[in-house]
């Protein structure tokens, strides 16, 4: 299957700065490798306030996994390390930027992944502590010399700033996040693109740890994943498959960005889930213990056979394809799988972290629509297993239910049908999560909501 990795730079929103301080310090840089130690190979936006020579810049930009601005004071400054650049051949990796004052550093807050400054040389014009912070993102790395040793820290996450790891937020399928910052947008904080260069999520954004994974097609015989740093956009990596129109992305299509490592699925049939290193994009182990795609009729649909989709709870990951459920560790191995004999489909895997439980919808496969506006299969079942072993706990009858997400919530399990497109009608079931006894169903339609 051919791949080809590709990058692109994010454009970055730079603010003027007032003209203050002449004259170009001359400092020593800090040592390389610390640095990248410092950062974990992530790729990002690497700023040198200060920079004379380009030396730096261009050794930070070999390699091509940072985007480096060198501010400069003078003009002579400003000459030597573009000159240094070009003979790297790292032009438009890094580049250099003339200003008069970095006591306020002309950036937006939080877009800084690396940040280089020595107080020493820069003496009273040096940008004090509190702006530094404010420029860095979060686990953003400042290295400072001061009284000529060099320093590292590192910005904290934000305690009131949630993540979306998944497609439902959490394996108990119910979209809530926890988020306190979020506030009415003010400004375009970066632009990524236009569509035709991947840049539309068709299976919506995964973030975590600052890292933003998300899959599109671009167009009809290709499929880019692309995962990019939140804070400012910077592209880690971007692998495009081609796909004949077959296993594309679709908004059910298995995505989780966990603790650093993405789970999907990249092959277009009888394919594993495979664990994707969320900082280089390579894929370094293959589920084959776990479920398998099926053969696939295009845009999402598929013969019968096997359909796939996961959820992550509690360091495993809980996988439906075709009548199996799987439960598989982190590391590749299986802790039980059940067959439900009888059944072809089996779908939205949703999570009682209380009961220890796991629900299944399960449908004919031609009733399976995955590839629909929504996701949605028309039930006929919603089955309860035990999520240590795996035994059947229950199995609750539906008729021909259109079921577009299950959500577990303080000893329920909700049955939720969504208003696509054309349809007038909606509903919502709740099962006892113990038994499957049904206690009660609300019908409406749009109109009576709006």
Not at 374 to 402: H, M, T, Y
């Given at each position: 299957?051919?791949?080809?990795?590709?990058r692109?730079?994010?454009?970055?929103a730079?603010?003027?700065?007032?003209?203050?301080?002449?004259?170009?310090?001359?400092?020593?840089?800090?040592?390389?490798?610390?640095?990248?130690?410092?950062?974990?190979?992530?790729?990002?936006?690497?700023?040198?306030?200060?920079?004379?020579?380009?030396?730096?810049?261009?050794?930070l930009?070999?390699?091509?996994?940072?985007?480096?601005?060198?501010?400069?004071?003078?003009?002579?400054?400003?000459?030597?390390?573009?000159?240094?650049?070009?003979?790297?051949?790292?032009?438009?990796?890094?580049?250099?930027?003339?200003?008069?004052?970095?006591?306020?550093?002309?950036?937006?807050?939080?877009?800084?992944?690396?940040?280089?400054?020595d107080?020493?040389?820069?003496?009273?014009?040096?940008?004090?502590?509190?702006?530094?912070?404010?420029?860095?993102?979060?686990?953003g790395?400042?290295?400072?010399?001061?009284?000529?040793?060099?320093?590292?820290?590192v910005?904290?996450?934000?305690?009131?700033?949630d993540?979306?790891?998944?497609?439902?937020?959490?394996?108990?399928?119910?979209?809530i996040?926890?988020?306190?910052?979020?506030?009415?947008?003010?400004?375009?904080?970066w632009?990524?693109?236009?569509?035709?260069?991947?840049?539309?999520?068709?299976?919506?954004?995964?973030?975590?740890?600052?890292?933003?994974?998300?899959?599109?097609?671009?167009?009809?015989?290709?499929?880019?994943?692309?995962?990019?740093?939140?804070?400012?956009?910077?592209?880690?990596?971007a692998?495009?498959?081609?796909?004949?129109?077959?296993?594309?992305?679709?908004?059910?299509?298995?995505l989780?960005?966990i603790?650093?490592?993405?789970?999907?699925?990249?092959?277009?049939?009888?394919?594993?889930?495979?664990?994707?290193?969320?900082?280089?994009?390579?894929?370094?182990?293959?589920?084959?213990?776990?479920g398998?795609?099926a053969?696939?009729?295009?845009?999402?649909?598929?013969?019968p056979?096997?359909?796939?989709?996961?959820?992550h709870?509690?360091?495993?990951?809980?996988?439906?394809?075709?009548?199996t459920?799987?439960?598989?560790k982190?590391?590749?191995s299986?802790?039980?799988?059940?067959?439900?004999?009888?059944?072809?489909?089996?779908?939205?895997?949703?999570?009682?972290?209380?009961?220890?439980?796991v629900?299944?919808?399960?449908?004919?496969?031609?009733?399976?629509k995955?590839?629909?506006?929504?996701?949605?299969?028309?039930?006929?079942?919603?089955?309860?297993?035990?999520?240590?072993?795996?035994?059947?706990?229950?199995?609750?009858?539906?008729k021909?239910?259109?079921?577009?997400q299950?959500?577990?919530?303080?000893?329920?399990?909700?049955?939720?049908?969504?208003?696509?497109?054309?349809?007038d009608?909606?509903?919502?079931?709740r099962?006892?999560?113990?038994?499957?006894?049904?206690?009660?169903t609300?019908?409406?339609?749009?109109?009576e909501?709006?």
């Amino acid at each position: 299957m051919p791949n080809l990795c590709i990058r692109w730079l994010a454009a970055l929103a730079l603010v003027a700065a007032p003209s203050i301080l002449q004259g170009q310090p001359d400092g020593a840089s800090p040592d390389l490798d610390k640095l990248r130690e410092a950062t974990g190979g992530r790729t990002g936006l690497a700023v040198h306030v200060g920079t004379s020579d380009g030396k730096l810049e261009s050794a930070l930009a070999q390699g091509g996994r940072m985007l480096v601005h060198g501010l400069a004071l003078d003009t002579k400054a400003v000459a030597a390390a573009r000159q240094t650049i070009a003979t790297a051949n790292v032009d438009g990796l890094a580049t250099v930027q003339q200003v008069n004052d970095v006591s306020r550093l002309p950036y937006a807050d939080g877009l800084v992944n690396v940040l280089i400054v020595d107080l020493d040389a820069l003496g009273d014009g040096a940008p004090a502590e509190t702006d530094r912070m404010r420029v860095l993102a979060p686990r953003g790395v400042a290295f400072v010399r001061s009284d000529g040793t060099w320093k590292t820290s590192v910005k904290p996450s934000r305690s009131d700033v949630d993540e979306w790891p998944q497609y439902w937020y959490n394996a108990t399928g119910n979209p809530i996040s926890r988020d306190k910052a979020v506030a009415p947008p003010t400004g375009v904080r970066w632009i990524g693109g236009i569509h035709s260069e991947a840049t539309t999520p068709q299976n919506g954004h995964r973030i975590r740890d600052g890292l933003l994974a998300y899959e599109s097609t671009p167009d009809k015989d290709r499929s880019v994943m692309v995962c990019r740093d939140a804070y400012n956009g910077i592209v880690q990596w971007a692998v495009v498959r081609e796909h004949r129109d077959a296993y594309r992305a679709f908004k059910g299509k298995p995505l989780l960005n966990i603790d650093g490592r993405i789970f999907t699925v990249i092959e277009e049939e009888n394919a594993p889930l495979v664990e994707i290193d969320a900082k280089t994009g390579d894929v370094i182990r293959r589920f084959e213990e776990g479920g398998r795609t099926a053969k696939s009729q295009g845009r999402g649909r598929f013969d019968p056979g096997t359909v796939t989709n996961v959820v992550h709870h509690d360091g495993k990951l809980i996988q439906t394809a075709g009548n199996t459920v799987y439960v598989l560790k982190l590391d590749g191995s299986l802790v039980w799988k059940k067959t439900l004999e009888g059944q072809e489909a089996l779908d939205f895997p949703t999570v009682d972290p209380e009961g220890g439980r796991v629900f299944v919808a399960s449908a004919p496969m031609e009733r399976w629509k995955r590839g629909a506006r929504n996701p949605q299969v028309e039930a006929d079942a919603i089955f309860a297993l035990d999520l240590k072993a795996g035994r059947e706990l229950w199995k609750s009858p539906l008729k021909e239910k259109l079921v577009t997400q299950i959500i577990y919530d303080k000893g329920g399990v909700y049955l939720y049908e969504a208003m696509p497109i054309g349809h007038d009608e909606f509903s919502m079931k709740r099962l006892d999560a113990a038994t499957g006894e049904c206690l009660w169903t609300y019908e409406g339609s749009k109109q009576e909501i709006g």
